[in-house]
């Protein structure tokens, strides 16, 4: 049964998803008006919803007041999710092995939404990186984000906007930064010396799934003092082969070898569309 056509949408539940996903770290407590508004239906419609999910479960009051914000039980949920996920327990042997080795918070990210989501860490004995686990990020600004979308992106791609199956806008790309993820897309991996988070620097690798498309991001994450080396051919080398080892994992059996110029090729490859345009 074909479960893609809008006739097999339920509306209903698709407002219901829309309140929930309203919240967010920046506004973890919202009230009807606000639920409306974001929602984009009518104060009385939107607490029609929050009083169903207020019995269900899933919201909860601010202090008994006219406020809400999510419950425990869509923590509950999603740590079901996380456990029975087969592919984060190829993951996890990975993680740990990479924080023992270069004593640095290994982390594995993927897109949720056009976001990046880190769903799995492992932190050496000397101290964590301040990433959260579950929060999402800006991807562009990040190594691991990028990675991510430069699976959705050619480099001489005429559109200029990457869509996602959610309820947000489509994320506008720049010619430059389009450029930029086709030559991440070539090489299979990124870097960042402080773009995503001042003194913070990463390193990520793509894994594949077995079709040879991205489904996730292996990173290295640390302060940039100590991450200097973090594009070097040992670092670098390490990531992309415990990549593929995950990748291989997942069926995907197309391997990758290390290539040292990213952003090179990103440069040679903004001037070829400057050119042609």
Excluded at 186 to 203: C, I, K, M, Y
Aim: charged share 25%; proline share 4%; with cysteine.
């Amino acid at each position: 049964m074909k479960l893609d056509t809008s006739s097999n949408r339920n509306g209903s539940l698709e407002k219901a998803n829309r309140i929930m996903l309203a919240f967010s770290d920046d506004e973890p407590e919202l009230g009807l008006m606000e639920l409306s508004r974001r929602v984009g239906i009518s104060k009385s419609t939107a607490s029609r919803f929050v009083y169903t999910l207020l019995q269900i479960g899933l919201l909860e009051r601010v202090d008994g007041g006219r406020r809400f914000r999510l419950s425990l039980k869509v923590f509950e949920l999603g740590m079901v999710a996380l456990r029975r996920c087969a592919s984060l327990s190829d993951v996890r042997p990975a993680l740990l092995r990479l924080t023992q080795e270069l004593e640095e918070t290994a982390m594995y990210g993927v897109l949720i939404d056009g976001q990046l989501v880190f769903v799995e860490r492992a932190d050496p004995i000397g101290g964590a990186a301040d990433i959260e686990i579950g929060r999402r990020y800006p991807a562009m600004s990040s190594a691991a984000g990028r990675v991510l979308l430069a699976d959705r992106v050619a480099v001489r791609s005429p559109v200029e906007s990457i869509s996602f199956l959610s309820m947000g806008p489509p994320l506008e790309i720049s010619p430059r930064q389009r450029a930029e993820l086709g030559a991440i897309g070539e090489v299979g991996w990124a870097l960042d010396r402080g773009e995503w988070q001042p003194g913070v620097a990463s390193v990520a690798a793509a894994v594949l799934d077995r079709t040879g498309h991205t489904v996730g991001a292996l990173t290295l994450v640390g302060a940039a003092a100590r991450m200097a080396r973090a594009g070097s051919p040992a670092v670098l080398g390490m990531l992309i082969r415990t990549a593929n080892e995950i990748s291989r994992r997942f069926g995907c059996h197309r391997v990758r070898l290390p290539s040292l110029a990213p952003l090179f090729l990103a440069e040679q490859a903004l001037q070829i569309e400057l050119q042609s345009a």
